[in-house]
T-cell receptor, first 113, second 112 residues
Framework: GGIITQTPKFLIGQEGQKLTLKCQQNFNHDTMYWYRQDSGKGLRLIYYSITENDLQKGDLSEGYDASREKKSSFSLTVTSAQKNEMAVFLC????????????FGPGTRLTVL | GEQVEQRPPHLSVREGDSAFITCTYTDPNSYYFFWYKQEPGASLQLLMKVFSSTEINEGQGFTVLLNKKDKRLSLNLTAAHPGDSAAYFCAVSNYGNEKITFGAGTKLTIKP
C-alpha cells in the first residue's frame, strides 16, 4: 500500500497573502490532483498533473498556481488568499491507464483572517 | 462536459433500514464509476468502483447498481448502522480520461 501526505494540516493566512500547500505520495502514481471542498459541499478540481512538470487546469484554477516538481510531489499556491476561499484542499493521485480511481490525502484546512 | 447529479443531498434513516442514493450522468461514453465515503472530518475513502460492463456489484453491507440505459448509478446500503453516517459521493469518468466528475454528495445520518 501507499500513503498521501499533505502539509500543513491547518493553514492560517492573512487576506492577500500568498500561501503554499504541499502533497507527497508514495504510491508511485503518475497523476496527481488538487481539489477544493467548501464546507458541506462537493469537490471542485483546481489543477491536475499527469506527469512530472505537467500541469492541466481544472474548473477552479483562477487564483491558484501549481507545481509538479517530481513524480511524488505536487504543490498548490494560493496566489492571493481571500476570505471566500476558506475550505479544505484535498490532494489525490491515480495510476494512468488502469481504472483511474483516485486516492485521497487527509486534506489541508485553510483559514483566511 | 460530463454533468453528474446526485440525489438526495441529505438522507436520514433509522438503524437497520436501507438507504438509497442515486446519481445520474450525461455522457454516454462514461466508463468508470466510483463511490466514495467521507466520514466527518476525514478524507475521501474509495468504497467501490464499477466498470461499464458491471451492472451489480456487492460489497460489505451495500450494493451498487449501474443502469447504462438510463445513465444512472445507485448505492444501496442495506441494514444501516451508525458507522455508515457519512457523506457519500459518486464519481464518473471516461475511458482514458484522467479527470473524474464528482456528484455534489449525500450526507447520510443514521438514527438510533
Amino acid at each position: 500500500g501507499g500513503i498521501i501526505t499533505q502539509t500543513p494540516k491547518f493553514l492560517i493566512g492573512q487576506e492577500g497573502q500568498k500561501l503554499t500547500l504541499k502533497c507527497q505520495q508514495n504510491f508511485n502514481h503518475d497523476t496527481m490532483y488538487w481539489y477544493r471542498q467548501d464546507s458541506g459541499k462537493g469537490l471542485r478540481l483546481i489543477y491536475y498533473s499527469i506527469t512530472e512538470n505537467d500541469l492541466q487546469k481544472g474548473d477552479l484554477s483562477e487564483g491558484y498556481d501549481a507545481s509538479r516538481e517530481k513524480k511524488s510531489s505536487f504543490s498548490l499556491t494560493v496566489t492571493s488568499a481571500q476570505k471566500n476561499e476558506m475550505a479544505v484542499f484535498l490532494c489525490a493521485s491515480s495510476i494512468r491507464g488502469v481504472s483511474y480511481e483516485q486516492y485521497f490525502g487527509p486534506g489541508t484546512r485553510l483559514t483566511v483572517l | 462536459g460530463e454533468q453528474v447529479e446526485q440525489r438526495p443531498p441529505h438522507l436520514s434513516v433509522r438503524e437497520g433500514d436501507s438507504a438509497f442514493i442515486t446519481c445520474t450522468y450525461t455522457d454516454p461514453n462514461s466508463y468508470y464509476f466510483f463511490w466514495y465515503k467521507q466520514e466527518p472530518g476525514a478524507s475521501l475513502q474509495l468504497l467501490m468502483k464499477v466498470f461499464s460492463s458491471t451492472e451489480i456489484n456487492e460489497g460489505q453491507g451495500f450494493t451498487v447498481l449501474l443502469n447504462k440505459k438510463d445513465k444512472r448509478l445507485s448505492l444501496n446500503l442495506t441494514a444501516a448502522h451508525p458507522g455508515d453516517s457519512a457523506a457519500y459521493f459518486c464519481a464518473v469518468s471516461n475511458y482514458g480520461n484522467e479527470k473524474i466528475t464528482f456528484g455534489a454528495g449525500t450526507k447520510l445520518t443514521i438514527k438510533p
